[in-house]
């Protein structure tokens, strides 16, 4: 099972996007874990994930996020179009794309 972080300012628009992210892959018959959390908080479960996606709200935050996972998961910030139109279908192919699924 892949986990999934995704890190956002507050989270309300972020959870609409972990459920169509869940839904699609529920589509695929693929299991996934995706968490969403501030990046305030993201620090205690960043080791227990294989990607972190930003939203594009807070791609100002990537070097401190890498500097988290430490070259260890892939740090990806999230199209500002497929995040806009909430395509979490879209976003869960890239995901799997880039950890080689």
């Known amino acids: 099972m892949k986990r999934i972080l995704l890190v956002c300012a507050a989270g309300m628009s972020t959870s609409l996007l972990v459920n169509k992210m869940k839904a699609a892959a529920k589509e695929k018959g ?3 874990n995706i968490d969403a959390l501030p990046v305030s908080e993201c620090s205690r479960v960043i080791d227990e994930v294989d990607i972190v996606l930003l939203g594009p709200q807070v791609r100002f ?33 890239h995901v799997l794309e880039v950890l080689g699924v």
């Open 61 to 93: 935050q990537k070097p401190q996020v890498d500097a988290m996972v430490n070259g260890r998961i892939p740090v990806e910030v999230i199209d500002m179009r497929l995040y806009g139109t909430m395509n979490g279908k879209a976003i869960l192919e």
């Open 30 to 32: 693929i299991e996934i």
